[in-house]
């Protein structure tokens, strides 16, 4: 499966890395755009700076770059998430504006009507932004905030992530065990 992920500028952006650290160990063809903004919040939030070297498989992207193969339908994205998604990059999608290689793979995501998964990240939210991923949920878009389920039992930030991270796989459908489910003991 060739999956396309975009990590914004909102704050979690180790939400995103981390995500990143998950697929590269699948058998699935992954294509990432890390936004200018992201890497300045990795590095404010977390001191990050990304290490492209340490992913194996994994094709990496500029933001600008709109020339990349995954900003053409044809090359067949089948799946494409945002995570996180801030508030900017939503009312670019919302509005049909492509002006970064994140927001024009998204476009594509909605004209090919294929699954497209945004990781919101943003409290309280605007009722602006409220109008704006209603409209893109009532045409398939999966809305997906990173919000903690308390029943998963994460006793440190890292296993919240991983909850998070592992929702967000939930909806790839890609299969692992990074966070314990409802009902298991």
Same mark, same amino acid.
């Given at each position: 499966?060739?999956?396309?992920?975009?990590?914004?500028?909102?704050?979690?952006?180790?939400?995103?890395? @981390? /995500?990143?650290?998950?697929?590269?160990?699948?058998?699935?063809?992954?294509?990432?755009?890390?936004?200018?903004?992201? &890497?300045?919040? /990795?590095?404010? !939030?977390?001191?990050?700076?990304?290490?492209?070297?340490?992913?194996?498989?994994?094709?990496?992207?500029?933001?600008?770059?709109?020339?990349?193969?995954?900003?053409?339908? #044809?090359?067949?994205?089948?799946?494409?998430?945002?995570?996180?998604?801030?508030?900017?990059?939503?009312? &670019?999608?919302?509005? %049909?504006?492509?002006?970064?290689?994140?927001? @024009?793979?998204?476009?594509?995501?909605?004209? !090919?009507?294929?699954? /497209?998964?945004?990781?919101?990240?943003?409290?309280?939210? #605007?009722?602006?932004?409220? &109008?704006? =991923?209603? !409209?893109?949920?009532?045409?398939?878009? %999966?809305?997906?905030?990173?919000? =903690?389920?308390?029943?998963?039992?994460?006793?440190?930030?890292?296993? =919240?992530?991983?909850?998070?991270?592992?929702? +967000?796989?939930?909806?790839?459908?890609? &299969?692992?065990?990074?966070?314990? @489910? +409802?009902?298991?003991?």
């Amino acid at each position: 499966m060739k999956i396309a992920v975009g990590i914004s500028g909102a704050s979690g952006c180790i939400l995103g890395l @981390r /995500l990143l650290e998950i697929l590269d160990e699948t058998q699935h063809e992954i294509h990432a755009v890390i936004s200018d903004a992201a &890497k300045l919040t /990795l590095k404010k !939030e977390s001191n990050i700076c990304v290490d492209f070297t340490k992913f194996k498989n994994i094709n990496f992207y500029d933001n600008f770059m709109l020339d990349a193969p995954i900003s053409s339908g #044809s090359f067949g994205i089948e799946k494409t998430i945002v995570a996180p998604c801030s508030i900017n990059t939503l009312a &670019k999608i919302s509005n %049909s504006i492509s002006d970064t290689l994140i927001t @024009r793979m998204c476009a594509v995501a909605l004209k !090919e009507q294929k699954k /497209l998964i945004l990781g919101v990240r943003e409290m309280p939210f #605007s009722p602006i932004s409220l &109008k704006q =991923m209603s !409209e893109l949920s009532a045409i398939g878009v %999966s809305i997906a905030p990173p919000i =903690m389920g308390f029943y998963s039992g994460a006793s440190n930030v890292n296993e =919240m992530i991983d909850f998070i991270v592992g929702k +967000w796989l939930d909806l790839l459908n890609i &299969k692992h065990d990074i966070y314990k @489910r +409802w009902g298991s003991d």
